[in-house]
């Protein structure tokens, strides 16, 4: 449920009684007070749960206990796919990669991204203009380490994948996928 329309009645009748009342301090009193709300709005612990929903109730088709996951990614897939690591930049295989074919979840085998849609983009990562189709991955607004950014995860089994930007320059999109490589396998397009 939202608050803000609350909050915008609240504003308006403070505000007509400020000045039915004739202070002339208040109108400018009232309108400090509001935007002071609206941010503690934000960081409400009901905003907190709606950002991170998609992992508590865990939606994904694809469920394994932390365990099985663990098995079967080995411990740096694990640190990436599961607890949304980073890899280190440039040691990926698939950051030099260009071979035909198309990448899938590490985790899942999904298709996620196919070659001709990769790019050098310099960054370290390999990098992508957009996933194979639409609901292959999920993007989920990230706010940690201080930045608001765009987290993609696998739509099959949640594993955490990277991040999209805004910076694909010079790409059909004008996106970069920004993927981490040990969150991928590589099947080789059949001659
Ligand atoms: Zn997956």
């Known amino acids: 449920m939202s608050l803000k329309p609350i909050y915008q009645t609240i504003k308006t009748v403070v505000y007509f009684l400020c000045v039915l ?32 929903i998609n992992h508590n109730n865990n939606p994904f088709s694809i469920v394994k206990t932390e365990a099985e996951w663990r098995e079967q990614l080995g411990p740096e897939a694990y640190r990436v796919l599961r607890e949304k690591g980073t890899e280190r930049p440039f040691t990926s295989p698939f950051e030099t990669e260009w071979e ?10 999904t298709e996620l991204f196919e070659s001709k849609t990769k790019f050098d983009a310099g960054c370290g990562w390999p990098s992508f203009y957009q996933a194979v189709d639409k609901t292959a991955v999920k993007e989920i607004v990230d706010k940690t380490h201080g930045m608001t950014r765009t987290e993609v995860v696998c739509a099959a089994c949640g594993g955490h994948l990277g991040h999209v930007f805004n910076d694909g320059y010079g790409q059909p999109t004008g996106l970069r996928y920004c993927i981490n490589g040990v969150s991928l396998g590589f099947k080789k397009k059949e001659e």
């Open 100 to 109: 035909a074919g198309i990448y899938v979840c590490k985790g899942c085998g």
């Open 21 to 52: 009342g004739g202070l002339s301090m208040a109108p400018s009193a009232c309108s400090q007070s509001a935007p002071k709300e609206e941010r503690r709005s934000l960081d409400s612990p009901e905003n907190k749960k709606n950002m991170t």
